[in-house]
C-alpha cells in the first residue's frame, strides 16, 4: 500500500536525493521506494520507471539550476554576469552531483516539460552572451563553448582530476578570464565551403 501523502514531486525529491549521495547511474528504484518506506509496486503508481524517474530529476534539476543561474546573473553584465554564473554552475554541480549529472542528457523532444526546462536554461545563458554583442547563431557556438568548459572543469575537478598543488578556485577564475576575452573579441561568421 502507498504512503499516504506520496506525490509524484515527493519521489523525484527523494530520488534527487538519493542520486546527489550515490549517483545517477546508482539510482535504483528500489532504493527510492525503501527510503519513502513503500513497497517497489506502489512507485509504480508515481512514476513509470527508472527512465522516467531520471527525466523527471533532470526537470527538476535543470529547473533548480537554471533559478541560480538567473539569480546569480540578475543586474549584472558583461564579465561579472558571466563569472557568477560560472560560480553558480560549479556551486550547484558540487552540491548535487547526481541532479547536475542528470542535466548534462539533452531532451526527448516529445518530453515536453524537459524541453521547456532546457530551453529556459538556454535563454539564460543567451541572455548573458549577447551582451558580449553576438548574433542569433555565434550564441549557440559560443553557449556550447561555455557548457563545455565549465562542463569539464567542473568533472575533472569532482572526479579528482586536478592533483597539482596550485588553487583550484584561482584555475577556474582565470578559466572564466579566457572565457570573458574570447566572447569579447569573439571572430566573425565565416564562410564555410
Given at each position: 500500500?502507498?504512503?499516504?501523502?506520496?506525490?509524484?514531486?515527493?519521489?523525484?525529491?527523494?530520488?534527487?536525493?538519493?542520486?546527489?549521495?550515490?549517483?545517477?547511474?546508482?539510482?535504483?528504484?528500489?532504493?527510492?521506494?525503501?527510503?519513502?518506506?513503500?513497497?517497489?509496486?506502489?512507485?509504480?503508481?508515481?512514476?513509470?520507471?527508472?527512465?522516467?524517474?531520471?527525466?523527471?530529476?533532470?526537470?527538476?534539476?535543470?529547473?533548480?539550476?537554471?533559478?541560480?543561474?538567473?539569480?546569480?546573473?540578475?543586474?549584472?553584465?558583461?564579465?561579472?554576469?558571466?563569472?557568477?554564473?560560472?560560480?553558480?554552475?560549479?556551486?550547484?554541480?558540487?552540491?548535487?552531483?547526481?541532479?547536475?549529472?542528470?542535466?548534462?542528457?539533452?531532451?526527448?523532444?516529445?518530453?515536453?516539460?524537459?524541453?521547456?526546462?532546457?530551453?529556459?536554461?538556454?535563454?539564460?545563458?543567451?541572455?548573458?552572451?549577447?551582451?558580449?554583442?553576438?548574433?542569433?547563431?555565434?550564441?549557440?557556438?559560443?553557449?556550447?563553448?561555455?557548457?563545455?568548459?565549465?562542463?569539464?572543469?567542473?568533472?575533472?575537478?569532482m572526479a579528482g582530476g586536478f592533483g597539482l598543488p596550485q588553487d583550484v578556485d584561482r584555475s577556474y577564475d582565470r578559466l572564466?578570464?579566457?572565457?570573458?576575452?574570447?566572447?569579447?573579441?569573439?571572430?566573425?561568421?565565416?564562410?564555410?565551403?
Amino acid at each position: 500500500m502507498a504512503r499516504a501523502g506520496l506525490t509524484p514531486e515527493k519521489v523525484v525529491a527523494e530520488a534527487a536525493r538519493i542520486a546527489d549521495q550515490v549517483g545517477l547511474d546508482r539510482l535504483t528504484l528500489a532504493a527510492v521506494a525503501q527510503q519513502l518506506g513503500v513497497a517497489l509496486p506502489s512507485l509504480y503508481k508515481h512514476i513509470r520507471g527508472l527512465e522516467a524517474l531520471q527525466r523527471q530529476i533532470a526537470v527538476r534539476a535543470l529547473t533548480e539550476l537554471t533559478d541560480r543561474l538567473t539569480e546569480a546573473a540578475l543586474g549584472r553584465s558583461g564579465r561579472d554576469a558571466l563569472c557568477s554564473l560560472a560560480h553558480a554552475y560549479r556551486a550547484y554541480a558540487r552540491e548535487h552531483p547526481g541532479s547536475y549529472a542528470a542535466t548534462l542528457r539533452a531532451p526527448d523532444a516529445a518530453d515536453a516539460a524537459h524541453v521547456a526546462a532546457g530551453e529556459r536554461s538556454v535563454r539564460v545563458v543567451y541572455a548573458i552572451l549577447a551582451g558580449y554583442g553576438l548574433s542569433d547563431d555565434q550564441l549557440v557556438d559560443a553557449t556550447r563553448g561555455l557548457r563545455s568548459a565549465l562542463h569539464g572543469f567542473v568533472s575533472l575537478e569532482m572526479a579528482g582530476g586536478f592533483g597539482l598543488p596550485q588553487d583550484v578556485d584561482r584555475s577556474y577564475d582565470r578559466l572564466i578570464d579566457v572565457l570573458d576575452q574570447a566572447y569579447a573579441s569573439w571572430p566573425p561568421e565565416r564562410q564555410i565551403g
